[in-house]
């Protein structure tokens, strides 16, 4: 089993919706996960981090973590079509904070 | 400020050639990481260095060797290439892991073909 999975898509979203992108991981004892966006052709870079139970929000995006059922999702307000990226889930297992893990990604596609 | 600099961009190689990959981070940075990206796929961890003077496996270490020469410096190097190897590779570093943010900072990534 994969440490991190996602679903890979692609996820068609009209503009203007709501897009939630979903991660799950096996470690239980993880304990903190980032989202990370990605252009084609271009390097990851950081949208959200997530540490505790519950939620996060910024500006459009929120973070929810579930440590009892060991998933993590984003939710993009408003979706624009400049969110369509794909959209990588990460995190470290409790074994070492410093080896992190990603999924393979989930491709986010915007219509308008 | 350059961040994590990547070279080369850009490689073609010949069955069984050795080459290695540069990567070198100007933020003092603690932790360094190589990933390779293929098709469709997120990012696989090859290596990584937790601090100066240690390297552990990642999730697809065979083929590859790893080199932590200092603080700022981690390299990648391919032994004998395979076309399985043929992939983007990308560098990148954190700060030391406090229970705040820890984000990852990428290099460009190294687009490498193996013919």
């Known amino acids: 089993q994969k440490e991190v999975e996602q679903n890979s898509g692609p996820l068609s979203v009209p503009e203007g919706a709501i897009a939630s992108l979903n991660c799950t991981y096996s470690d239980r004892g993880s304990q903190s996960f980032f989202w990370y966006r990605q252009y084609s052709g271009k390097s990851p870079e950081l949208i959200m981090s997530?540490?505790?139970?519950g939620d996060k929000e910024d500006g459009r995006f929120t973070a929810q973590l579930n440590k009892a059922s060991q998933y993590v999702s984003l939710l993009i307000r408003d979706s624009q079509p400049s969110d369509s990226a794909t959209y990588l889930c990460a995190g470290p297992p409790r074994s070492s904070a410093s080896k992190i893990i990603f999924g393979s990604g989930t491709r986010l596609s915007i219509r308008p | 400020n350059a961040g994590v600099t990547q070279t080369p961009k850009f490689q073609v190689l010949k069955t069984g050639q050795s080459m290695t990959l540069q990567c070198a981070q100007d933020?003092?940075?603690?932790?360094m990481y190589w990933y390779r990206q293929d098709p469709g796929m997120g990012l696989r961890l090859i290596y990584y260095s937790a601090s100066e003077g240690t390297t552990d496996k990642g999730e697809v270490p065979n083929g590859y060797n790893v080199s932590r020469l200092n603080k700022r410096e981690f390299s990648l190097r391919l032994e004998s290439a395979a076309p399985s190897q043929t992939s983007v590779y990308f560098c990148?570093?954190?700060?030391?892991?406090?229970?705040?943010?820890?984000?990852?900072?990428f290099g460009n990534g190294t687009r490498l073909t193996v013919t």
């Open positions: 997530i540490y505790s139970n």
């Open positions: 990148a570093s954190s700060p030391p892991t406090t229970g705040g943010d820890s984000p990852l900072h």
């Open positions: 933020m003092n940075h603690n932790s």
